[in-house]
């Protein structure tokens, strides 16, 4: 997550980066230690080593990763190691209270998302697609139905 910092803290930070060029590998191993607490891996090369070290030390003055991107780099990092096929497109995630919009057939329908599942017509479903499949009388995805991706069967722009 990104901090506010001072133009003075920026400097600094840029002037320690940029000193990293300058001193040799047991200096920079030390660095590594003193940032991550763990020994460094022993076979790393030195532009891989300085490159480390200047990511934590920005991390540590900016702030890191937000939650959602962590754990996105955790799931393909699984999905590589069981050697699945990586999906790398983060879900989206609606909000209870997001009313989505739909025109099917001349008829405008409005579901709104609940902390779990959905609301359409006086009555809780536990997906859109369960609302889309009541909407249109045939199997859909409803979050391509509903426009919330892309490449499904029809644009949400379309209404038949």
Do not use: C
């Amino acid at each position: 997550m990104m901090r506010h910092i001072t133009d003075k803290d920026r400097d600094d930070l840029s002037a320690e980066i940029a000193n990293l060029e300058g001193i040799g590998v047991a200096a920079l191993k030390e660095h590594w230690r003193a940032l991550y607490g763990t020994q460094p891996p022993p076979r790393i090369s030195r532009d891989l080593l300085t490159r480390a070290v200047a990511y934590r030390m920005q991390e540590k003055v900016l702030g890191g990763l937000k939650p959602s991107s962590r754990r996105l780099l955790r799931q393909v990092a699984e999905a590589a190691s069981a050697r699945r096929p990586i999906r790398v497109t983060p879900q989206r995630r609606l909000k209870p209270g997001t009313v989505l919009l739909r025109e099917w057939g001349g008829v405008r329908h409005q579901v709104t998302v609940l902390e779990k599942g959905v609301h359409f017509e006086g009555k809780r479903f536990g997906s859109l697609s369960e609302v889309a499949s009541r909407i249109t009388g045939t199997r859909w995805s409803g979050p391509a139905f509903f426009g919330l991706k892309t490449g499904g069967e029809e644009s949400a722009n379309e209404s038949r």
